[in-house]
């Protein structure tokens, strides 16, 4: 009771404090809702009891400077560095976030003196988008720790607000995830911190159910409600509710009701639309008077050791605010990765990402072998047959394959492959084949994890039907396991677009706001091949305009070899950042776009591809700079036009945009006099709009730059497949003038 009690007093203090050092800053605060730090020491001390070693939380910005305080340890000093703005830049703050957003690592002491790490993950202002993303990050660890089965070591848990509980479509889908095998973490505790308001939004406003945690039931979670008012009950439903995680490995709910003293901030007037309930709030008192009073009823404490309790508390707060007013001081979190530093020091970044004669040979040798009592499609074994032919020379690589050499090669080298997306095993376009089915058993075969003893494991997955919740997953795991290679697929590429808050404000700017990077890989098919409107475009364009400052890799390949290359340079040359990959569609059977034997045993992948075709560069007046797979059609009309004044160059990487290895192409074609950007997409969509200065700085000052391409649109592609050939045929058409 006394330690309840204690965390009470800590909890209300530092609000108070902050409130009254800081007048008019914003600092979500948790009073009203208290209860919620003495429910969280009673889980963390149930947890280090039962050998857990990490609780990674997800929270959004409600109470969570006080959860950093007194849950995880992050000193006075490093919060109070925050308010007055005096922060080092070079801190775990990174260079654009404000304070309620920042994540960070400590070590919680339990009272019988044990420790365990608890980690908080950063969030932006998108509440529950952080649940998958927490997921995912635990996921990463247990595989590590060799606890993906079992769930005894690392577990998750879920503070959420109670109007964003009931409102946002991810609490669902990442329920959904929790009980499938590619992302099951071994069950996350819940704790709702329920206002009974959401921003000024009622709870008749804002739901069609009776409680904020019915959505819950979708996967038959027990849901405990519980008065906040009331902490010893919630810390009896909180050991009841770790319990039943540690049995059942499945989620589990606390409602903690309590109310919000302060309106959505601390600048906000609740009175304005809620003037009853704030007048009650106003006279109510809070949930450490209540409880205080009760022990001292009891004789179980006394009036001077809370006083004591509380002096001690604003004591060490005042020291710590006068310390910082005269030098500042940055909170180093401990790292939160699932590997040490030491192992990714030990792998120092390689250019070379070819692969050994005897490499390639094992490799083909294993993935086109099946165990003898092994009953595959009838159309399997001409599959594997066509991929023999690579090992002597007499055929070449498909995009598929390419991939596959690319995955059993990293494998082989200690790299674990994760691929997850809907329909990502078969593959959408039934090219990739990682696994195979017998066809009269049902077991799945995957050559892949069958081509050395000492390998790394592949984890290929087809995730259920969510693009936020999975690639939230896999941004969590990519960024607490930078050694592993992790790839989300969307079906089509511009399914993308139903993850945009994961892309926008976690991936593409994690490092930037949070200074955690992220290796993830985004494979989004994308071409226009008639296929209507959400079948053709990755919206190339919208991840473009998210390029800054080194952040991340925009690619669009147009052979298997540089597929291949560009896969391992990920993990070889430690590219720490993502990789946006606009994968093709009718390419991956194109006779045209193989490659052979030699072009995986040397080289590595360019950013830009010359024309090889030229033989005079003096002759050439007319230069065509392209991406992806229009080039093929450039380089059929050309053939078939006898056309000798054209060179093809193609763009292979984007962003970070190659200018040094442009120009020096360029300098080969002294004569050029007009250059054209060509695309598929329409003219305000795809690169142009990125491309148009760049290229135009790069190119003579005396050499035209014009556009070919699909005119302006609202709509990404025409429906009409007669239309979309038409449009093709003219934007080829154009491109030689």
Same mark, same amino acid.
């Not at 950063?122 to 993303?133: M, R």
């Not at 009841?240 to 995680?245: D, K, N, T």
């Not at 955690?516 to 890989?521: F, Q």
């Not at 994968?583 to 030699?598: F, G, I, N, V």
């Given at each position: 009771?006394?330690?309840?009690?204690?965390?009470?007093?800590?909890?209300?203090?530092?609000?108070?404090?902050?409130h009254?050092?800081f007048v008019g800053h914003k600092?979500?605060s948790?009073?009203?809702?208290?209860t919620?730090?003495?429910?969280?020491?009673?889980?963390?001390n149930?947890?280090a009891n039962?050998?857990i070693?990490e609780?990674?939380?997800?929270?959004?910005?409600?109470?969570?400077?006080?959860?950093? *305080?007194n849950i995880?340890?992050?000193?006075y000093?490093?919060?109070?560095?925050?308010?007055e703005?005096?922060?080092?830049?070079?801190s775990? *703050?990174?260079?654009?976030?404000v304070?309620?957003h920042?994540?960070?690592?400590?070590?919680y002491k339990t009272?019988?003196?044990?420790s365990?790490?608890?980690?908080?993950?950063?969030?932006?202002s998108?509440?529950?988008?952080?649940?998958?993303?927490?997921e995912?990050?635990?996921?990463?660890k247990q595989t590590?720790?060799?606890?993906?089965? /079992?769930?005894l070591k690392?577990m998750?848990?879920?503070i !959420?607000?109670d109007a964003?509980?009931?409102?946002q479509g991810?609490?669902a889908?990442?329920?959904?995830? $929790?009980?499938? $095998?590619?992302?099951?973490t071994?069950?996350?505790?819940h704790?709702i911190?329920?206002n009974?308001?959401g921003?000024?939004?009622?709870?008749?406003?804002?739901r069609?159910t009776q409680y904020?945690t %019915?959505?819950a039931r979708?996967?038959?979670?027990?849901?405990?409600?519980?008065?906040?008012e009331?902490?010893e009950?919630a #810390?009896?439903?909180?050991?009841?509710?770790? =319990?039943?995680?540690q049995?059942?490995?499945? %989620?589990?709910?606390i409602?903690?009701?309590g109310y919000r003293?302060?309106g !959505?901030?601390?600048g906000?007037?609740?009175?304005?639309?809620q003037?009853?309930?704030y007048?009650k709030?106003?006279? !109510?008192?809070?949930?450490?008077?209540?409880?205080?009073?009760k022990?001292?009823?009891?004789?179980? &404490?006394?009036e001077?050791?809370?006083?004591?309790?509380?002096d001690?508390?604003?004591?060490?707060?005042?020291m710590?605010i006068?310390k910082?007013?005269k030098?500042?001081?940055?909170?180093?979190?401990d790292q &939160?990765?699932a590997?040490?530093k030491?192992?990714i020091?030990s792998?120092p970044? =390689?250019?070379?990402t070819?692969?050994?004669?005897?490499?390639?040979?094992?490799?083909?040798?294993?993935?086109t072998?099946?165990?003898?009592?092994?009953?595959g499609?009838?159309k399997? /074994?001409?599959?594997?047959?066509?991929?023999?032919?690579?090992l002597?020379?007499?055929?070449?690589?498909?995009?598929?394959?390419? =991939?596959?050499?690319a995955?059993g090669s990293l #494998?082989?080298e200690?790299?674990?492959?994760?691929?997850?997306g809907?329909d /990502?095993?078969?593959g959408?376009?039934? @090219?990739r084949?990682l696994?195979f089915?017998? &066809?009269?058993?049902?077991?799945e075969?995957?050559p892949?994890?069958?081509i050395?003893?000492n390998?790394a494991?592949?984890e *290929?997955?087809d995730?259920?039907?969510?693009?936020?919740?999975v690639?939230?997953?896999e941004?969590?795991?990519?960024?607490?396991?930078?050694?592993?290679?992790?790839?989300?697929?969307?079906?089509?590429?511009d399914?993308a677009n139903?993850a @945009?808050?994961?892309i926008?404000?976690?991936?593409?700017?994690?490092?930037?706001?949070?200074q955690?990077?992220?290796?993830? +890989?985004?494979l989004?098919?994308?071409?226009?091949e008639?296929?209507g409107?959400?079948h053709?475009?990755a919206?190339?364009?919208?991840?473009?305009?998210?390029?800054?400052e080194?952040n991340? @890799?925009?690619?669009?390949?147009t052979?298997?070899? @540089?597929y291949?290359?560009?896969?391992r340079?990920?993990?070889?040359?430690?590219?720490?950042?993502?990789l946006v990959i606009?994968?093709?569609?009718?390419? #991956?059977?194109?006779?045209?776009?193989?490659s052979?034997?030699?072009?995986?045993?040397e080289g590595?992948?360019? =950013? +830009? #591809?010359?024309?090889?075709?030229i033989?005079k560069?003096?002759?050439?007046? !007319?230069?065509i700079?392209? $991406?992806g797979k229009?080039?093929?059609?450039?380089?059929?009309y050309k053939a078939?036009?006898?056309?000798?004044?054209?060179?093809?160059?193609?763009?292979?990487?984007?962003?970070p945009?190659?200018?040094?290895k442009i120009?020096?192409? &360029?300098?080969?074609?002294p004569?050029?006099k007009?250059?054209?950007?060509?695309?598929?997409e329409?003219?305000?969509m795809g690169?142009?709009?990125?491309?148009?200065?760049r290229?135009?700085?790069?190119l003579?000052?005396e050499?035209?730059?014009?556009?070919a391409?699909?005119?302006?649109?609202?709509?990404?592609?025409?429906?009409?497949?007669? +239309?979309?050939?038409?449009q093709?045929?003219?934007?080829?058409?154009?491109?030689?003038?």
């Amino acid at each position: 009771k006394k330690n309840i009690l204690k965390k009470l007093i800590a909890a209300e203090s530092f609000e108070h404090f902050i409130h009254s050092k800081f007048v008019g800053h914003k600092r979500f605060s948790l009073e009203g809702s208290e209860t919620l730090i003495p429910v969280l020491d009673m889980i963390f001390n149930e947890a280090a009891n039962h050998n857990i070693k990490e609780v990674v939380l997800g929270m959004a910005h409600r109470g969570r400077l006080n959860v950093l *305080a007194n849950i995880i340890g992050k000193s006075y000093e490093s919060i109070f560095v925050e308010f007055e703005d005096i922060r080092d830049q070079d801190s775990i *703050a990174g260079s654009g976030d404000v304070k309620y957003h920042l994540g960070a690592t400590g070590n919680y002491k339990t009272l019988a003196g044990k420790s365990i790490t608890v980690s908080v993950a950063a969030n932006p202002s998108h509440l529950e988008w952080v649940n998958p993303v927490v997921e995912g990050m635990v996921r990463a660890k247990q595989t590590r720790l060799g606890d993906s089965k /079992s769930h005894l070591k690392v577990m998750s848990l879920l503070i !959420h607000g109670d109007a964003a509980f009931a409102g946002q479509g991810i609490v669902a889908e990442t329920l959904n995830l $929790s009980q499938l $095998s590619g992302y099951r973490t071994g069950g996350t505790i819940h704790i709702i911190v329920n206002n009974q308001i959401g921003f000024t939004t009622t709870p008749d406003e804002a739901r069609s159910t009776q409680y904020a945690t %019915d959505v819950a039931r979708m996967i038959q979670a027990p849901i405990f409600h519980v008065n906040g008012e009331d902490p010893e009950a919630a #810390l009896w439903v909180a050991q009841l509710a770790f =319990e039943y995680r540690q049995i059942f490995k499945k %989620d589990v709910v606390i409602d903690l009701f309590g109310y919000r003293k302060h309106g !959505h901030n601390e600048g906000d007037e609740p009175g304005f639309t809620q003037p009853i309930l704030y007048a009650k709030i106003k006279d !109510h008192p809070s949930v450490r008077e209540i409880y205080q009073r009760k022990l001292l009823n009891e004789e179980a &404490i006394t009036e001077s050791e809370v006083n004591k309790i509380s002096d001690e508390l604003f004591k060490m707060m005042n020291m710590s605010i006068d310390k910082i007013r005269k030098e500042s001081k940055k909170f180093d979190g401990d790292q &939160i990765l699932a590997v040490s530093k030491k192992e990714i020091e030990s792998l120092p970044p =390689e250019k070379n990402t070819s692969i050994t004669k005897e490499t390639l040979a094992t490799l083909i040798t294993r993935l086109t072998k099946v165990p003898d009592d092994f009953t595959g499609h009838p159309k399997l /074994s001409k599959f594997l047959e066509s991929r023999k032919k690579l090992l002597d020379g007499s055929g070449k690589a498909d995009w598929a394959f390419a =991939e596959s050499l690319a995955f059993g090669s990293l #494998l082989l080298e200690g790299t674990p492959v994760r691929l997850s997306g809907q329909d /990502s095993v078969r593959g959408t376009f039934s @090219q990739r084949h990682l696994a195979f089915t017998d &066809i009269k058993t049902g077991a799945e075969y995957f050559p892949l994890n069958h081509i050395g003893e000492n390998q790394a494991k592949l984890e *290929a997955l087809d995730s259920f039907l969510s693009e936020a919740a999975v690639l939230g997953f896999e941004f969590g795991y990519s960024v607490v396991d930078p050694l592993a290679l992790v790839i989300w697929e969307a079906q089509f590429g511009d399914f993308a677009n139903g993850a @945009q808050i994961i892309i926008d404000n976690f991936i593409v700017a994690s490092y930037e706001k949070w200074q955690l990077p992220n290796s993830l +890989v985004l494979l989004l098919p994308h071409g226009f091949e008639g296929q209507g409107p959400e079948h053709s475009s990755a919206r190339l364009e919208r991840f473009l305009i998210l390029c800054a400052e080194n952040n991340m @890799q925009v690619c669009n390949v147009t052979t298997p070899s @540089q597929y291949f290359h560009l896969l391992r340079r990920q993990i070889k040359a430690g590219m720490n950042m993502p990789l946006v990959i606009m994968t093709p569609k009718s390419l #991956l059977r194109a006779p045209e776009a193989r490659s052979s034997k030699e072009e995986f045993l040397e080289g590595k992948f360019q =950013e +830009v #591809l010359d024309d090889d075709t030229i033989v005079k560069p003096e002759n050439i007046d !007319h230069l065509i700079l392209t $991406s992806g797979k229009v080039y093929y059609d450039l380089l059929k009309y050309k053939a078939e036009n006898k056309i000798t004044n054209t060179a093809i160059v193609r763009l292979e990487q984007f962003y970070p945009y190659p200018s040094k290895k442009i120009r020096k192409i &360029i300098e080969k074609y002294p004569k050029v006099k007009k250059a054209k950007w060509v695309q598929e997409e329409p003219k305000n969509m795809g690169a142009w709009n990125f491309l148009y200065h760049r290229l135009r700085s790069d190119l003579p000052k005396e050499c035209d730059l014009d556009y070919a391409g699909r005119p302006e649109s609202a709509s990404p592609a025409v429906g009409s497949y007669k +239309v979309s050939m038409q449009q093709q045929k003219k934007l080829v058409r154009d491109a030689f003038g």
